[in-house]
């Protein structure tokens, strides 16, 4: 079994969305959990990150929560969605450098386009396009 940690800003968005993802693909094989470097505690993932998970038979019952040092002590890997993200972990958390990665990092190996677009506040074709990268993403994470 592998523990992965998925990290984006408020854990209503990118980050929900990955775990719910990778939950669905991974059953039996791994388990994710996923938090927000500046969430607010409880808060439902976003209507369009629900909708577009409903759309791929994946149900969600998310509330947001703030990344804490057990998080990471649970976690085998820590995949963040943007480098500033993965920064800020490294920060905080310098013990746990060796397993932090960018999603992007850890599938495509180092290069210029590290981050997942946010797409907090956009329309629920953002949120597709957001899934859809993740899903390819996650599905990748195996052949590692």
């Known amino acids: 079994m592998v523990n992965v940690l998925f990290v ?43 909708h577009v998970l409903k759309e791929h038979g994946i149900e969600v019952n998310h509330q947001s929560k703030q990344i804490t040092k057990e998080d990471l002590d649970w976690a085998y890997l820590v995949l963040t969605m943007t480098s500033s993200h ?14 932090i990665y960018t999603l992007k990092e850890y599938v495509n190996g180092h290069g210029t386009d590290l981050d997942v ?5 956009g329309d629920v074709n953002i949120y597709r396009s957001t899934f859809m990268e ?11």
């Open 8 to 50: 984006c800003t408020g854990n209503t968005c990118r980050s929900p969305m990955a775990e719910a993802i990778f939950n669905s693909e991974w059953f039996g094989k791994g388990a994710a959990k996923s938090g927000g470097m500046f969430a607010s505690e409880g808060e439902n993932a976003a209507i369009n990150a629900i």
């Open 86 to 99: 993965k920064n800020m972990l490294l920060n905080i958390f310098p013990g746990a450098a060796d397993k």
């Open 117 to 121: 677009l946010d797409p907090y506040g």
């Open 134 to 144: 993740l899903k390819e993403l996650i599905k990748r994470i195996y052949e590692k």
